[in-house]
């Protein structure tokens, strides 16, 4: 049996597919993803129906959805992975318990999603911060010093990549 949450949720796939093709083609409007078949939903059909020369009736037959299914396929294939950020200031650079800096920030969400024990995030390096510090230099034989240094972020930046 189809259930009306069935439903919504592959309303909001279609919905998701659409918004996600709107990115790279201005015709199609910017959809909101709310599980619900409204106008703007039925609008973005038709855009893509028009663009794909398939009668524009603004609701979704098997090769619609085939169709949109590949584009958003094929739109996947084209995306450029976001563009990695290099925070860390220079190789010299120490961050220290008591600092209170916008890195810090950083340091306490990727510890807490390396540990999985949420840490509070403050931008103020702790007590708490420079105790996981430390347990991550101990894991991987690193001095622990609880201060981050460019070994000890790459270290913690790796682990956070690879998690």
Do not use: K
Not at 57 to 75: K, P, S
Not at 89 to 110: A, E, H, K, N, S
């Amino acid at each position: 049996m189809y259930t009306e949450d069935q439903r919504r949720d592959h309303i909001r796939e279609l919905q998701e597919y659409l918004r996600a093709l709107s990115t790279t083609d201005e015709r199609y409007p910017l959809l909101g993803v709310d599980g619900q078949f409204g106008p703007e939903t039925t609008e973005a059909i038709r855009v893509f129906q028009q663009t794909t020369n398939s009668p524009v009736t603004g609701t979704v037959q098997r090769a619609d959805w085939e169709r949109i299914v590949r584009e958003y396929g094929n739109l996947l294939l084209q995306i450029v992975p976001a563009r990695m950020i290099a925070p860390f200031p220079y190789p010299t650079f120490v961050l220290r318990p008591g600092d209170r800096d916008p890195l810090v920030y950083i340091l306490q969400v990727m510890l807490g999603a390396i540990s999985g024990v949420p840490l509070a995030v403050t931008g103020i390096y702790d007590t708490a911060t420079e105790n996981a510090v430390r347990e991550q230099q101990l894991a991987a034989d690193l001095l622990p010093t609880g201060e981050v240094d460019r070994i000890t972020w790459d270290y913690l930046a790796a682990l956070y990549n690879d998690r």
